[in-house]
């Protein structure tokens, strides 16, 4: 069992930045790979960015590259999005999710493979 805590979210004018935090506790989270998703109401919850266990490989949505970064410090059992450049259009509830498989190269961007998820963390962006 592993549980997630996302935090950092809140409310930024069009063109800010925030970052997001999701804490891990539980199972060994280092050997885990993780992922941000978001959900806008009335939407699809979409993949935004996946990082593997060792940060060796990463992976963004399109719509969100080279404006976000994700990372992860696993002695914190912690992993982030930086978020810069915001858009109205990047407003969602965002959730951090942990993906079923272990020590694997390649990252998932899709919400079947990941098996926790956290609460979400509110992103509003005002334009």
């Known amino acids: 069992q592993v549980q997630l805590v996302e935090s950092g979210g809140g409310l930024v004018q069009a063109g800010g930045s925030l970052r997001l935090s999701c804490a891990a506790s539980?199972?060994?989270?280092?050997?885990?790979?993780m992922a941000w998703f978001r959900q806008a109401p009335g939407k699809e919850r979409d993949f935004v960015a996946s990082?593997?266990?060792?940060?060796?490989?990463?992976a963004y949505a399109d719509s969100v590259k080279g404006r976000f970064t994700i990372s992860r410090d696993n002695a914190k059992k912690t992993v982030y999005l930086q978020m810069h450049s915001l858009k109205p259009e990047d407003a969602a509830v965002y959730y951090c999710?942990?993906?079923?498989?272990?020590?694997?190269?390649?990252?998932?961007?899709?919400?079947?493979?990941?098996?926790?998820w956290g609460q979400g963390t509110q992103v509003t962006v005002s334009s």
């Open positions: 999710a942990v993906d079923r498989n272990r020590y694997t190269f390649q990252v998932s961007v899709d919400s079947k493979n990941f098996e926790y």
């Open positions: 539980g199972r060994d989270f280092s050997s885990y790979n």
């Open positions: 990082i593997n266990w060792s940060a060796g490989n990463i």
